[in-house]
T-cell receptor, first 113, second 113 residues
Framework: NAGVTQTPKFQVLKTGQSMTLQCAQDMNHNSMYWYRQDPGMGLRLIYYSASEGTTDKGEVPNGYNVSRLNKREFSLRLESAAPSQTSVYFC????????????FGSGTRLTVV | GQQLNQSPQSMFIQEGEDVSMNCTSSSIFNTWLWYKQDPGEGPVLLIALYKAGELTSNGRLTAQFGITRKDSFLNISASIPSDVGIYFCAGPESGGSNYKLTFGKGTLLTVNP
């Protein structure tokens, strides 16, 4: 069982470049999430998708866009990367409400130079 | 949004010692979740608490849902080197989306063999 798969695992971008972080889950979960993790800041929600066809902003959505491609896949796009977006990005999924807990992927470490 | 305050921020202990950490909020939570993040990996759910006063164990881990519903505690008994990692508390926002989890900033645990 793969769980939540994120690609790529590592990426270096130049300021202004764009890229898409991919996330797929094979647990038939309805809800998916994107978090970023920065030292001393914990995990902060960027965007989430409660169900297929819906997306909503989280705590730190500026500079990002998302697409819920289907029930399995939820991508995060940086249109014009900035050094402030250097972070570790985690995708997560849950079957229903957040109180049931999330399953996380292993993360994408992004550096913007 | 709601904030969860975790303490201590970091701990350095000797193998075999017991560990205690806590999480507090100014708001009432109806669910408390405890996660562990190993170095280079995504967080993994350890324990979920759904009822005020609830005490739940998972091996050497014990967590409690505070009576006031504004705090939770995690204890680790007889620590071992593989307990090293970051421990996060989390809970769904009350009054907001039931899908979103708010995370504390984490407690970094180091175990000296």
């Amino acid at each position: 069982n793969a769980g939540v798969t994120q690609t790529p695992k590592f990426q270096v971008l130049k300021t202004g470049q764009s890229m898409t972080l991919q996330c797929a889950q094979d647990m038939n979960h309805n809800s998916m999430y994107w978090y970023r993790q920065d030292p001393g800041m914990g995990l902060r929600l960027i965007y989430y998708s409660a169900s297929e066809g819906t997306t909503d902003k989280g705590e730190v959505p500026n500079g990002y866009n998302v697409s819920r491609l289907n029930k399995r896949e939820f991508s995060l796009r940086l249109e014009s990367a900035a050094p402030s977006q250097t972070s570790v990005y985690f995708c997560a999924s849950s079957y229903g409400l957040g109180r049931a807990g999330y399953t996380f992927g292993s993360g994408t470490r992004l550096t913007v130079v | 949004g709601q904030q969860l305050n975790q303490s201590p921020q970091s701990m350095f202990i000797q193998e075999g010692e017991d560990v205690s950490m806590n999480c507090t909020s100014s708001s009432i939570f109806n669910t408390w979740l405890w996660y562990k993040q190993d170095p280079g990996e995504g967080p993994v759910l350890l324990i979920a608490l759904y009822k005020a006063g609830e005490l739940t164990s998972n091996g050497r881990l014990t967590a409690q849902f505070g009576i006031t519903r504004k705090d939770s505690f995690l204890n680790i008994s007889a620590s071992i080197p593989s307990d090293v990692g970051i421990y996060f508390c989390a809970g769904p926002e009350s009054g907001g989306s039931n899908y979103k989890l708010t995370f504390g900033k984490g407690t970094l645990l180091t175990v000296n063999p």
